[in-house]
């Protein structure tokens, strides 16, 4: 696995075990957020357990490459879910940057990956 790979996916670990973490715990930013974008906190608790799965299998990938290729697509998906809920609570760019920009780290992180599990 090569630096870049590695440093990536450190990034990704730290973001999503954080962001997973602080979704399960239901803290009050989160809980507003949740209700922003039209979901109950039950809902939001769950995201935060596959993003913190993702960041696990993330972590995994440094041993197991496929596992953290399966992991990033994972984390992907529900990057895709997070800016159309964006999109459909009629938020800008600025509330969606976040989302975007995780979604480009993974895919950053899945390319570099991708070149070394050939």
Do not use: C
């Not at 769950?46 to 696990?56: N, Q, S, T, Y």
């Amino acid at each position: 696995m090569t630096a870049a790979a590695i440093a990536l996916a450190i990034v990704l670990v730290v973001f999503f075990a954080g962001l997973g973490t602080a979704k399960m715990l239901a803290v009050p930013p989160i809980r507003h957020m949740a209700a922003h974008v039209g979901f109950s906190t039950a809902a939001y608790r769950r995201i935060g357990a596959l993003e913190v799965a993702g960041a696990a299998g993330i972590l995994v990938g440094l041993a197991q490459p496929r596992i953290g290729a399966l992991a990033g697509a994972g984390l992907l998906l529900l990057l895709a879910g997070a800016l159309i809920s964006h999109r459909r609570a009629g938020d800008g760019l600025r509330d969606a940057a976040p989302a975007l920009l995780a979604g480009l780290v993974v895919a950053a992180y899945l390319a570099v990956l991708w070149g070394g599990i050939r």
